[in-house]
């Protein structure tokens, strides 16, 4: 393993204009070590691509509260993969019904962060997902 920080990229997909929490997010995991790159609003699949594999990220994370998540995120994925990023873990964060989460998992999702979520479990989750792969762990 290395020392280098774990790369994260917080994407807001889609329509949704609320980026409060993902900022957040983005500044807790900044003030944990890591190096967190925010897209901002509005992103398409193959922009969010574009940007995991131009800022060579150890996690892709996403924050949607808009509700098209069952649409957004398999496309995501595809796209994540046809850009050769199928090893990048992809993270859920936002108001994702428990009903949906076994088809987020079969979309590729590895977590998924709901309203409440501690950054601290944030933070440690993320860390256990990209050590799992052997990668940075600061």
Do not use: C, W
Request: glycine share 10%; hydrophobic share 45%.
């Amino acid at each position: 393993m290395t020392d280098r920080a774990i790369r994260i990229l917080i994407a807001k997909p889609g329509l949704d204009g609320h980026d409060r929490g993902a900022k957040v997010i983005a500044r807790a995991l900044r003030d944990a070590g890591f190096e967190v790159i925010y897209t901002g609003l509005r992103q398409t699949p193959e922009m969010i691509a574009e940007a995991a594999l131009q800022e060579d990220v150890d996690v892709v994370g996403l924050s949607i509260l808009s509700g098209a998540h069952q649409t957004l995120v398999p496309v995501i994925r595809q796209t994540m993969n046809a850009h050769d990023l199928a090893d990048v873990p992809l993270i859920l964060g936002g108001i994702i019904p428990e009903q949906d989460h076994a088809e987020m998992a079969q979309a590729g999702v590895e977590a998924i962060f709901g309203p409440g979520t501690s950054t601290a479990d944030i933070v440690t989750t993320i860390r256990r997902i990209v050590a799992e792969r052997g990668e940075p762990t600061a």
